[in-house]
């Protein structure tokens, strides 16, 4: 069975920096994309970043491009996303996921962790 679970998150000022973490296990995830989704409170789930299948491609919600990285270590079944420069619109429940990437910021994702709230104050 496939599991995700999310890590790192917390209460940050703005301008401070989190590293969310995302722990898989069920599957040999180095066949698949990654990405990682937000949802703040009222809105819709939207993507944020998605990483191909062995590393060498990333893509960004224009929102997050040059604050937040993606990255994976497929030899820990582990993968993260590094947020810099964080402000309070960035406060939301983060979810990563696994699947494939259809384009840029699309993604079909089959299965979802359970989320980390991260939360920016002014």
């Known amino acids: 069975q496939v599991h995700l679970v999310e890590s790192g998150g917390g209460l940050v000022q703005a301008g401070g920096s989190l590293r969310l973490s995302c722990a898989a296990s069920?599957?040999?995830?180095?066949?698949?994309?990654m990405a990682w989704f937000r949802q703040a409170p009222g809105k819709e789930r939207e993507f944020v970043a998605a990483?191909?299948?062995?590393?060498?491609?990333?893509d960004y919600a224009d929102s997050v491009k040059g604050q937040f990285t993606i990255s994976r270590d497929n030899a820990r079944n582990m993968f993260y996303l590094q947020m810099n420069s964080l402000k309070p619109e960035d406060t939301a429940i983060y979810f990563c996921?696994?699947?494939?990437?259809?384009?840029?910021?699309?993604?079909?994702?089959?299965?979802w962790g359970q989320g980390t709230q991260v939360t920016v104050s002014s």
């Open positions: 996921a696994t699947g494939r990437v259809h384009g840029p910021g699309q993604f079909n994702s089959d299965y």
């Open positions: 069920g599957r040999t995830f180095n066949n698949y994309d």
């Open positions: 990483i191909s299948w062995g590393g060498g491609r990333t």
